[in-house]
C-alpha cells in the first residue's frame, strides 16, 4: 500500500502557481520522492522525483522538507492541460518492485 | 517516434480465453513493468523485470504470466480470462531501477 498522504483534490485558478502537498511521515534515508500525474484516458506521465535537495524541471519544483515527511509539488503557472491525478510515490528500496500508486490528488483547472 | 507502445489498445473477449497483451519500448531500457489500473482508477504493480530478474506482486494470479523474448519487449499472457480481469492494462519502462518511468497508453481490457 501506498506510504504517502495526499488531499483527494484541489482546485486552482489557471496562470496561477498551484502547490500540491504530500505527506511521507514513514519515509526512510533511502526512499526516493516521485510524482507522477496522470491525464484522463492517457498512462501515468513522470513529473520530477528528489532524494532530498530541492529539485526543479521544465514541468515543475519539488520542495523536500528538512525532515523529509513532506514534500511539495509546484506548478509555477498552471494551465488547463495540468488538468489530471497527481501521485506522490515513495520509491523504496532498489525500486526493482515499481510504483506503489495512491489515489492521489484529483487538481481541477478553472480557466 | 512512440517510446513505450502496447498493442492492442482495446481488446473484447469471452471468459475462459487465452489472451497477450504486447508491450514494446525503443528507449534501450533494461527494466519493464506492467501495471493494473481498475474501475475505481487504483493503479497496481504486477511485475517488473530486469535483467531476466522478474519480480512478481503477490497478489497478481498465476494466470498472468509476463514473457520477454528480448530486452525491448514484455509481454503479457493472461490465461482462462476472468470477469475481474476487465482493467486498463500498462506496461511500463526506465533505464534503471529508481530512474523515472515512462508508461504506454494502456490497453482496456473487456471480459464479457
Known amino acids: 500500500d501506498a506510504k504517502t498522504t495526499q488531499p483527494n483534490s484541489m482546485e486552482s485558478n489557471e496562470e496561477e502557481p498551484v502547490h500540491l502537498p504530500c505527506n511521507h511521515s514513514?519515509?526512510?534515508?533511502?526512499?526516493?520522492i516521485h510524482w507522477y500525474r496522470q491525464l484522463p484516458s492517457q498512462g501515468p506521465e513522470y513529473v520530477i522525483h528528489?532524494?532530498?535537495s530541492n529539485v526543479n524541471n521544465r514541468m515543475a519544483s519539488l520542495a523536500i522538507a528538512e525532515d523529509r515527511k513532506s514534500s511539495t509539488l509546484i506548478l509555477h503557472r498552471a494551465t488547463l492541460r495540468d488538468a489530471a491525478v497527481y501521485y506522490c510515490?515513495?520509491?523504496?528500496?532498489?525500486?526493482?518492485?515499481?510504483?506503489?500508486f495512491g489515489k492521489g490528488t484529483h487538481l481541477i483547472i478553472q480557466p | 517516434d512512440t517510446a513505450v507502445s502496447q498493442t492492442p489498445k482495446y481488446l473484447v473477449t469471452q471468459m475462459g480465453n487465452d489472451k497477450s497483451i504486447k508491450c514494446e519500448q525503443n528507449?534501450?531500457?533494461?527494466?519493464m513493468y506492467w501495471y493494473k489500473q481498475d474501475s475505481k482508477k487504483f493503479l497496481k504493480i504486477m511485475f517488473s523485470?530486469?535483467?531476466?530478474?522478474?519480480?512478481i506482486n503477490e497478489t497478481v494470479p498465476n494466470r498472468f504470466s509476463p514473457k520477454s523474448p528480448d530486452k525491448a519487449h514484455l509481454n503479457l499472457h493472461i490465461n482462462s480470462l476472468e470477469l475481474g480481469d476487465s482493467a486498463v492494462y500498462f506496461c511500463?519502462?526506465?533505464?534503471?531501477?529508481?530512474?523515472?518511468?515512462?508508461f504506454g497508453p494502456g490497453t482496456r481490457l473487456t471480459v464479457l
Open positions: 511500463a519502462s526506465s533505464p534503471q531501477v529508481n530512474n523515472e518511468q515512462f
Open positions: 514513514t519515509i526512510s534515508g533511502t526512499d526516493y
Open positions: 528528489g532524494l532530498t
Open positions: 510515490i515513495l520509491l523504496t528500496g532498489g525500486g526493482a518492485d515499481g510504483l506503489t
Open positions: 528507449l534501450g531500457h533494461d527494466t
Open positions: 523485470y530486469n535483467n531476466k530478474e522478474l519480480i
